[in-house]
């Protein structure tokens, strides 16, 4: 009726006549975006692709540039004036002012999200990983570097076994007592959850994951002769990551306390780090085994301030087009290559005295 040619664009006199047509039928978020793909368009016209990306919640690059013009009409009233919400829809726009710097992010945010799914890895790894295998399986919630069972485990990393790669992940289920599980199960709650609330399962479990192993390499590498375990490694880099999206975006993050939050979880970190540090030279109570090494949690760190940046940063945005993204994925794949022949050649080359296995 409005595109008798057939062409897939209609002007955007007729489109505005649409709006205030229908508008009363339409979600106040979703027009004011409508309203915003109008004012920025400067052709004239309206096309159907992008309205129909719109209306089913699909998002794309050339979407998201057509609406960037429309910012400051989409600025004019910011969500968190929004009045008369329920506990889940101010649970949600939280969430969006908690890890989104851009007004536009977090409206389309909050417009788009349904829960469905859930955040499910965050709360799988935490739950079932750490409570459910040790508590069940070895009828213990915490199994300490002092329990007779720490070096036999068939999940830590341990230098005379690093053959076995299901080593280098699996060590994550494995905690130096009650406070190491602890500190991770609250940071990786707090910060992971909403994370992957608002990015994806894929994306924060791929920065998850490549903590995880960069931190196992790390200390096949540079503690050559000391075992690894707890989760630090990928929970160092969901917070690393967190943590430097902040500070590069500050004027843009208008979530409340953001000084005092990012204050804590840095002493926290710290308190966790220092005690790994402290635990790792401190008298082994299974000589010649050493203490768990403290470097998992500066290769999560290393990974989170690299590939988590550019993930947190382009939020449903392709990563395949983004340089960046590339420069540091390469940069990890060499790492892990590297470390995969260092584990090969060094051990033997350096004549290092390993602890006897397990």
């Given at each position: 009726?409005?595109?008798?040619?057939?062409?897939?664009?209609?002007?955007?006199?007729?489109?505005?006549?649409?709006?205030?047509?229908?508008?009363?039928?339409?979600?106040?978020?979703?027009?004011?975006?409508?309203?915003?793909?109008?004012?920025?368009?400067?052709?004239?016209?309206?096309?159907?692709?992008?309205?129909?990306?719109?209306?089913?919640?699909?998002?794309?690059?050339?979407?998201?540039?057509?609406?960037?013009?429309?910012?400051?009409?989409?600025?004019?009233?910011?969500?968190?004036?929004?009045?008369?919400?329920?506990?889940?829809?101010?649970?949600?726009?939280?969430?969006?002012?908690?890890?989104?710097?851009?007004?536009?992010?977090?409206?389309?945010?909050?417009?788009?999200?349904?829960?469905?799914?859930?955040?499910?890895?965050?709360?799988?790894?935490?739950?079932?990983?750490?409570?459910?295998?040790?508590?069940?399986?070895?009828?213990?919630?915490?199994?300490?570097?002092?329990?007779?069972?720490?070096?036999?485990?068939?999940?830590?990393?341990?230098?005379?076994?690093?053959?076995?790669?299901?080593?280098?992940?699996?060590?994550?289920?494995?905690?130096?007592?009650?406070?190491?599980?602890?500190?991770?199960?609250?940071?990786?709650?707090?910060?992971?959850?909403?994370?992957?609330?608002?990015?994806?399962?894929?994306?924060?479990?791929?920065?998850?994951?490549?903590?995880?192993v960069a931190g196992s390499l790390a200390v096949s590498v540079a503690d050559m002769t000391a075992p690894v375990v707890g989760s630090s490694g990928g929970v160092y880099a969901l917070v690393s990551a967190h943590l430097a999206n902040i500070v590069m975006n500050w004027s843009g993050m208008k979530c409340q306390f953001k000084l005092l939050r990012m204050a804590v979880a840095l002493i926290c970190m710290s308190f966790e780090f220092g005690r790994a540090v402290w635990l790792r030279f401190h008298p082994s109570a299974y000589p010649p085994c050493p203490h768990p090494s403290f470097m998992a949690h500066l290769g999560g760190v290393v990974v989170g301030i690299t590939l988590g940046v550019i993930i947190l940063r382009n939020y449903e945005q392709r990563l395949q087009d983004q340089t960046l993204w590339w420069i540091f994925l390469s940069i990890y794949v060499i790492f892990v290559l590297f470390a995969i022949f260092w584990n090969i050649f060094a051990y033997s080359l350096l004549d290092l005295k390993l602890p006897p296995p397990p």
């Open positions: 009726q409005f595109d008798p040619d057939n062409t897939g664009y209609i002007s955007t006199e007729k489109f505005r006549s649409l709006l205030q047509r229908h508008g009363s039928e339409l979600d106040p978020h979703k027009l004011e975006v409508l309203l915003a793909l109008a004012d920025s368009n400067s052709e004239g016209r309206i096309c159907y692709q992008d309205f129909v990306n719109l209306m089913s919640n699909k998002r794309s690059n050339s979407f998201r540039q057509a609406i960037l013009q429309g910012n400051r009409r989409l600025c004019s009233k910011a969500l968190l004036e929004e009045t008369g919400l329920s506990l889940s829809q101010r649970l949600i726009r939280h969430v969006a002012y908690e890890t989104l710097p851009r007004e536009i992010d977090r409206k389309w945010y909050y417009d788009s999200y349904t829960c469905c799914p859930p955040p499910w890895f965050m709360i799988t790894i935490t739950i079932v990983a750490f409570f459910l295998y040790n508590g069940v399986v070895l009828d213990r919630f915490v199994l300490q570097v002092s329990h007779p069972l720490y070096l036999k485990n068939a999940l830590l990393y341990h230098p005379q076994l690093r053959a076995q790669a299901w080593r280098y992940l699996t060590y994550i289920f494995m905690h130096a007592g009650i406070e190491h599980l602890g500190l991770n199960v609250v940071l990786q709650l707090l910060v992971g959850v909403p994370l992957e609330m608002v990015h994806g399962a894929a994306r924060i479990s791929f920065v998850y994951v490549a903590g995880v």
